[in-house]
């Protein structure tokens, strides 16, 4: 990837976050935090690794990508507004009735999204279970799912961690969310999942760890993930929650609270600035 390349994402990944105080402002309620430390990989997804066709969203070859931390859903919309599945101006519908942008992912009634998600750790099992398909219909489409830190405390997420090593599926991209925060406290004080790394390799995983607030290191992942290998693969990445509003990062009030006006004013004063500071490199 080049340096304009990289700044381009950078540059989207601000308009997604944009999107996302937005759409929380708006309906005065959702997710924030974990949409905002989530936002470069879903930009870098949705901008550069996928394979799909905003013009055609259910083309039989698509990759197929899964919001298993459904709640995040502000971060999925604003990623697929700004990539054209619809209009951005659709994202202030947030949650609102009769809104087809509900508070989690309905793959019915919004364009790009692959899979219903909401109740945690089904996600997986989903995307696991589309990675198997996959292969038995010679599908070569591959299969992106993320989760949250807190998430992969559920027992499921480690059942179809367990069935995506049994069958092998390599075509299948696990990326993990690791902000340190759950809508209780961090993760480590709540019930720790730590040491990640290490339980998935146990479970048979090829596994990097990257700072997923860098799209220098999210480009080095996805690469090894295409690269050879004959494991499921996945993606720990070290992020920070509530990534780019000073006054959200790292603070867990902010995993299920939209901001009011003036916060709504700061946060969004913050990415113009940074907005101006990319566009001008």
Same mark, same amino acid.
């Given at each position: 990837?080049?340096?304009?390349?990289?700044?381009?994402?950078?540059?989207?990944?601000?308009?997604?976050?944009?999107?996302?105080?937005?759409?929380?402002?708006? !309906?005065?309620?959702?997710?924030?935090?974990?949409? @905002?430390?989530? !936002?470069?990989?879903?930009?870098?997804?949705?901008?550069?690794?996928?394979?799909?066709?905003?013009?055609?969203? /259910?083309?039989?070859?698509?990759?197929?990508?899964?919001?298993?931390?459904?709640?995040?859903?502000? +971060?999925?919309?604003?990623?697929?507004?700004?990539?054209?599945?619809?209009?951005?101006?659709?994202?202030?519908?947030?949650?609102?009735?009769?809104?087809? &942008?509900?508070?989690?992912?309905?793959?019915?009634?919004?364009?790009?999204?692959?899979?219903?998600?909401?109740?945690?750790?089904?996600?997986?099992? !989903?995307?696991?279970?589309?990675?198997?398909?996959? %292969?038995?219909?010679?599908?070569?489409? %591959?299969?992106?799912? @993320?989760? +949250?830190?807190?998430?992969?405390?559920?027992?499921?997420?480690?059942?179809?961690?367990?069935?995506?090593?049994?069958?092998? @599926?390599?075509?299948?991209?696990?990326?993990?969310?690791?902000?340190? &925060?759950?809508?209780?406290?961090?993760?480590?004080?709540?019930?720790?999942?730590?040491?990640?790394?290490?339980? &998935?390799?146990?479970?048979?995983?090829?596994?990097?760890?990257?700072?997923?607030?860098?799209?220098?290191? @999210?480009?080095?992942?996805?690469?090894?993930?295409?690269?050879?290998?004959? $494991?499921?693969?996945?993606?720990?990445?070290?992020?920070? $929650?509530?990534?780019?509003?000073?006054?959200?990062?790292?603070?867990?009030?902010?995993?299920?609270?939209?901001?009011?006006?003036?916060?709504?004013?700061?946060?969004?004063?913050?990415?113009?600035?940074?907005?101006?500071?990319?566009?001008? /490199?």
């Amino acid at each position: 990837m080049t340096k304009e390349q990289r700044n381009a994402l950078e540059i989207a990944a601000c308009k997604v976050r944009m999107g996302i105080i937005e759409s929380t402002h708006a !309906a005065k309620c959702g997710h924030p935090g974990g949409s @905002l430390s989530a !936002a470069d990989v879903l930009t870098y997804l949705y901008f550069h690794e996928l394979n799909i066709d905003p013009k055609d969203p /259910k083309k039989a070859d698509r990759d197929r990508f899964v919001l298993s931390k459904g709640h995040n859903a502000p +971060g999925l919309y604003a990623a697929l507004a700004y990539r054209g599945f619809f209009p951005v101006e659709d994202l202030k519908t947030l949650r609102h009735t009769g809104s087809y &942008l509900q508070g989690h992912p309905n793959m019915n009634t919004v364009p790009g999204v692959d899979m219903s998600t909401g109740s945690l750790g089904q996600g997986i099992s !989903a995307a696991a279970g589309m990675a198997l398909a996959a %292969r038995y219909t010679g599908n070569p489409c %591959r299969v992106y799912t @993320l989760l +949250g830190d807190g998430e992969i405390e559920e027992g499921e997420v480690w059942e179809a961690l367990m069935f995506a090593a049994h069958y092998k @599926l390599t075509n299948l991209c696990v990326i993990i969310d690791n902000n340190g &925060l759950q809508i209780d406290g961090p993760i480590s004080q709540v019930m720790s999942s730590y040491p990640i790394v290490d339980k &998935l390799k146990a479970f048979n995983f090829e596994v990097v760890e990257v700072n997923g607030n860098d799209m220098e290191e @999210l480009e080095r992942a996805f690469a090894a993930f295409h690269g050879e290998h004959d $494991k499921p693969f996945a993606i720990v990445m070290k992020t920070t $929650k509530g990534k780019d509003v000073s006054f959200m990062e790292n603070q867990v009030g902010w995993h299920g609270k939209a901001p009011n006006d003036a916060e709504y004013e700061i946060a969004m004063g913050e990415l113009k600035a940074r907005l101006a500071g990319l566009e001008g /490199k």
